[in-house]
């Protein structure tokens, strides 16, 4: 089974850009059918789901972040990437990346359609 690990800063200040990287191990981020999504979990609220990134590169956005987010990948290095724009204290919270198994990633969700989450990283934005 995959494992996933993610990586980046752990303090933004705000109207900055968060940017992490969340690296595979165990299977090809092309593998046929697979999405690589990223959630994050603030204090007392529900996971979020951001965006994935499919098997073929195609990406997919919550409309609650789809004017600032942007996923991308680096095949040679098996990794994908999140890179979030314009954060403010509300932004703040742990971040994962994991393997999403629905098959209409528009769909409601809960934290069994995430696979192989990464341990999570917690972000902070400094006001």
């Known amino acids: 089974q995959e494992q996933l690990k993610e990586s980046g800063p752990g303090l933004v200040n705000t109207s900055q850009t968060l940017s992490l990287t969340c690296t595979i191990s165990?299977?090809?981020?092309?593998?046929?059918?697979?999405?690589w999504s990223w959630i994050r979990q603030s204090p007392g609220k529900e996971l979020e789901w951001m965006g994935v990134?499919?098997?073929?590169?195609?990406?997919y956005y919550s409309p609650s972040f789809v004017s600032r987010i942007s996923i991308t990948r680096d095949t040679s290095k098996n990794q994908f990437s999140l890179h979030l724009s314009d954060v403010t204290p509300e932004d703040t919270a742990v971040y994962y990346c994991?393997?999403?198994?629905?098959?209409?990633?528009?769909?409601?969700?809960?934290?069994?359609?995430?696979?192989?989450r990464s341990p999570g990283t917690q972000v902070t934005v400094s006001s």
């Open positions: 990134i499919a098997y073929d590169g195609n990406t």
């Open positions: 165990g299977a090809p981020i092309t593998t046929s059918n697979y999405g």
């Open positions: 994991a393997r999403d198994v629905r098959a209409n990633y528009y769909s409601t969700y809960t934290a069994r359609d995430f696979k192989s």
